[in-house]
């Protein structure tokens, strides 16, 4: 295995929201960082906004897209120490019984099965390093059932068994695996999520923000800031016997609902 000074890093997703703040503080953190996105406009404001990140457009349903991803990340950074999946879907908000079978896999297949292939990608690389590091978002979705969002929450269980099983797997080769478990993160996305509850419930979105809050002990909603400073900790030196492990950041929420 080589040492690398300078962490190099890949992160899926990561042109806009949590991903976005995950770069920033890599970059801040002095790493080298590249990023893939799906929304090529938004990496080109990236690029101008975090100089020396470099891109590539990618869509996470397309595994031959990925895979080239990682091979043009892996030649821009010149190996790889940390691998951040960052991306993917919200899906409808519907019940089970009422679900759309089609947006159902489309949500498993960007968020599971898009997790898989590109880790699947970068293990190789990762093995090289003498400090390698897979981090994955989960959600509060993966500890809780979530009514009416079946694809999400699934999707998120499902990838707290693979970073479980990522870790006893990679662990021989000092590759650190952790989940990250965002709770209602600030932003527009979250906006989104409300009116989407309110479609369901005939509710007002503002009626199902108050809910949410009030599901939290600490009464406001998560920094991305927050969620990025925990990446790069786990990633760090710092947080060198870490692995296998599921950290929520969401408030102390009691549920998903």
């Not at 120490?81 to 993917?88: I, R, T």
Request: charged residues 15%; glycine residues 10%; aromatic residues 4%.
């Amino acid at each position: 295995m080589t040492t690398s000074q300078v962490q190099r890093v890949l992160i899926t997703a990561g042109a806009g929201g949590i991903g976005r703040a995950i770069a920033t503080a890599f970059t801040a953190a002095g790493a080298r960082v590249h990023v893939c996105d799906i929304d090529a406009a938004a990496l080109e404001v990236l690029r101008a906004q975090l100089p020396g990140v470099t891109t590539s457009v990618c869509d996470m349903a397309d595994r031959g897209a990925i895979q080239a991803m990682v091979g043009q990340a892996v030649e821009a950074l010149g190996g790889l120490d940390v691998l951040v999946n960052n991306a993917g879907i919200a899906g409808p908000a519907a019940s089970v019984a009422d679900m759309d079978p089609d947006a159902w896999e489309a949500v498993l297949r960007v968020n599971l099965t898009g997790t898989f292939t590109v880790t699947q990608a970068a293990i190789a690389h990762l093995k090289q390093s003498a400090a390698g590091s897979i981090i994955v978002m989960s959600s509060l979705a993966g500890r809780f059932g979530y009514p009416n969002r079946s694809p999400y929450a699934t999707t998120k269980w499902g990838l707290i068994g693979f970073t479980k099983t990522l870790s006893r797997e990679l662990g021989e080769f000092g590759i650190r695996v952790n989940a990250i478990l965002p709770g209602a993160v600030a932003g527009p996305r979250l906006q989104q999520v409300f009116e989407a509850r309110a479609a369901v419930s005939g509710r007002s979105a503002q009626q199902e923000q108050a809910a949410a809050l009030a599901n939290q002990s600490i009464q406001r909603f998560v920094d991305p800031a927050d969620i990025a400073a925990l990446a790069v900790f786990l990633a760090s030196e710092a947080g060198r016997s870490i692995s296998g492990q599921m950290l929520p950041i969401d408030g102390d929420s009691q549920s998903a609902s």
